[in-house]
């Protein structure tokens, strides 16, 4: 049980947008940043953004992030069938020393 | 290109040890924090430990401090995790990841550990 909550599943048709969530706190979201992680079936995680809004070259522009408070969230516009796959959220919990990750949630693309 | 390559996964008894290796390339292995992240069977994701550019600071998730040991060689671009009383739950691939904080920028493709008698 993770302290950074997601959906376990979400879906859309092609075309459509999904919005992911990672729920937490004052003490881990609030106060950290938080990356996003795209993991396809049978491959390693990719990183997607960083420092809750950033993406990393190659990542195209319909991935996006955001935080606010205590939450942050994920947004895929044009879902595409290569987007279904598991997504995390992650942080560095700085008053911890250790790294966190939300428990993921599988996009299916209908 | 940034390229991870993990080594050193197996089938290990329960109490035993095993010692994996990353090897680095394509960046330069010793400006960089390095981490271990595991995935167990249809789980989700796990950071288990990280290093600083020059080793002199580790952190550790609870469930292996006192059992997992985190290190580097800069000289040969490899980062290792040394894994003694092995439990069935580090029954996982474990992957070689580049980055400081959470912006975990480049994963290797994992290796697989199973500690089963």
């Known amino acids: 049980q993770s302290v950074l909550t997601q959906p376990p599943s979400m879906s859309a048709a092609p075309g459509q947008k999904v919005t992911i969530s990672c729920s937490g706190s004052?003490?881990?979201?609030?106060?950290?940043?938080v990356s996003w992680y795209q993991q396809l079936p049978e491959s390693a995680p990719k990183l997607l953004i960083y420092?809750?809004?950033k993406r990393p070259s190659g990542i195209p522009d319909r991935f996006s992030g955001s935080k606010s408070g205590t939450s942050a969230t994920l947004g895929i516009t044009g879902l595409q069938t290569g987007d279904e796959a598991d997504y995390y959220c992650g942080i560095w919990d700085h008053s911890l020393s250790a790294g966190v990750f939300g428990g993921g949630t599988k996009v299916t693309v209908l | 290109e940034v390229q991870l390559v993990e080594s050193g996964g197996g089938l290990v008894q329960p109490g035993g040890s095993l010692r994996l290796s990353c090897a680095a390339s394509?960046?330069?292995?010793?400006?960089?924090?390095m981490n271990w992240v595991r995935q167990a069977p249809g789980k989700g994701l796990e950071w288990v430990a990280n290093?600083?550019?020059?080793?002199?600071?580790?952190y550790y998730v609870d469930s292996v401090k006192g059992r997992f040991t985190i290190s580097r060689d800069n000289a040969k671009n490899s980062l290792y995790l040394q894994m003694n009383s092995l439990r069935a739950e580090d029954t996982a691939v474990y992957y070689c990841?580049?980055?400081?904080?959470?912006?975990?920028?480049?994963w290797g493709q994992g290796t697989l550990v199973t500690v089963s008698s």
């Open positions: 290093i600083k550019q020059d080793g002199s600071e580790k």
């Open positions: 420092e809750n809004n």
């Open positions: 394509g960046f330069t292995f010793s400006t960089y924090w």
């Open positions: 990841v580049k980055g400081y904080g959470s912006s975990w920028s480049h």
């Open positions: 004052s003490s881990n979201i609030g106060n950290n940043y």
